[in-house]
């Protein structure tokens, strides 16, 4: 099993920044790809941001790409997305995803078995 905890989240104006974190316990989540994906009211959850176990491959959403940044530190067991630019759109619930059903970052949310509770970002206009 592994346990996720996200944290970061908040209301801020467009142009703004926030920096969302993802603890993990359990199960040797450094091990695996991480995912952070969003769910707006009324949406389907959609995938944003996937890196593999190193960090050393990241993948992102056309959407959010040169804005959003994901990276993780296994030391501490914990992935971040750097949200710069924010816009109204990007304001959504926040997961963060682990996947242990392979090595790949996968954009599809049936991929992944372990979620954390979600955190809540607000882009005001």
């Known amino acids: 099993q592994v346990q996720l905890v996200e944290s970061g989240g908040g209301l801020v104006q467009a142009g703004g920044s926030l920096k969302l974190s993802c603890a993990a316990s359990?199960?040797?989540?450094?091990?695996?790809?991480m995912a952070w994906f969003r769910q707006a009211p009324g949406k389907e959850r959609e995938f944003v941001a996937g890196i593999n176990w190193s960090g050393g491959t990241t993948y992102y959403v056309d959407s959010v790409k040169g804005r959003f940044t994901i990276s993780r530190d296994n030391a501490k067991n914990t992935v971040y997305l750097q949200m710069n630019s924010l816009k109204p759109e990007d304001t959504a619930v926040y997961y963060c995803?682990?996947?242990?059903?392979?090595?790949?970052?996968?954009?599809?949310?049936?991929?992944?078995?372990?979620w954390g509770q979600g955190t809540q970002v607000t882009v005001s206009s």
């Open positions: 359990g199960r040797t989540a450094s091990s695996y790809s």
């Open positions: 995803a682990v996947t242990s059903r392979g090595r790949s970052i996968y954009t599809q949310a049936s991929r992944y078995n372990y």
